[in-house]
C-alpha cells in the first residue's frame, strides 16, 4: 500500500510500504524493480526523490534524513538477483545525516543476520557520504564509483554492495 507522511516542516509526501517480505510494515525508500528508471542521476535529483512509486523510484536524500533524523529506524533490504536467488540483510538502526553533511549514511546498528543472509557488506559505506554522477564523495582517488556503476550509493572506495 501507499501511505501518506508528513513531516514537521515538510510537505506531506506518500511512500510504499510492504508487509509481505519481512513480516510487519516496512517504508520502502528504494526499489529496482525494471530498466525504465535510470538510476544515474544528479544530486539534485537524489535530493527530491524520482520515479514511480509503484514500479522503481528513490524516496529522496532530503525525506530519508528527515525521516530517519526523528525517531529511530531499522533498515530491511530486500535483494533478488537476475536469476530470481532471494537474499536480505537487517540493520537494527539506520540514520542518514542532513545535506550539509553530505548525507552521510551516519547509522547502521547491529547487523542482523539469519537464513537467506545477504551478509554484512553495506557496513562498508558506513561514514560514507552519498555519491551521485555529479557529485564525487566515494573516497576513491582513482574511480568515480557513482559512474562506474551507474547509480549514487554511499559508495566506499568502489567496494560494492
Not at 15 to 34: F, H, K, N, Y
Not at 44 to 60: N, V
Amino acid at each position: 500500500s501507499v501511505q501518506r507522511v508528513q513531516l514537521e516542516g515538510m510537505a506531506p509526501f506518500r511512500v510504499p510500504c510492504e508487509s509481505r517480505l519481512a513480516g510487519r510494515g516496512w517504508m520502502m525508500v528504494q526499489q529496482r524493480t525494471d530498466n525504465n528508471i535510470d538510476f544515474e542521476q544528479n544530486w539534485a535529483t537524489y535530493r527530491r526523490g524520482f520515479g514511480d512509486l509503484y514500479g522503481s523510484f528513490f524516496i529522496g536524500l532530503e525525506k530519508l534524513h528527515r525521516l530517519t533524523s526523528v525517531q529511530p529506524h531499522e533498515l530491511y533490504v530486500h535483494l533478488v538477483s537476475f536469476e530470481g536467488r532471494t537474499t536480505q540483510a537487517h540493520y537494527d538502526r539506520f540514520r542518514v545525516e542532513g545535506e550539509a553533511q553530505g548525507y552521510r549514511l551516519a547509522e547502521l546498528g547491529e547487523y542482523q543476520g539469519g537464513a537467506g543472509d545477504a551478509g554484512d557488506a553495506l557496513s562498508d559505506s558506513l561514514g560514507q557520504q552519498f555519491s551521485t554522477i555529479d557529485r564525487d564523495n566515494d573516497g576513491s582517488a582513482s574511480r568515480h564509483c557513482a559512474a562506474v556503476y551507474h547509480g549514487a550509493w554511499w559508495h566506499n572506495n568502489c567496494s560494492q554492495w
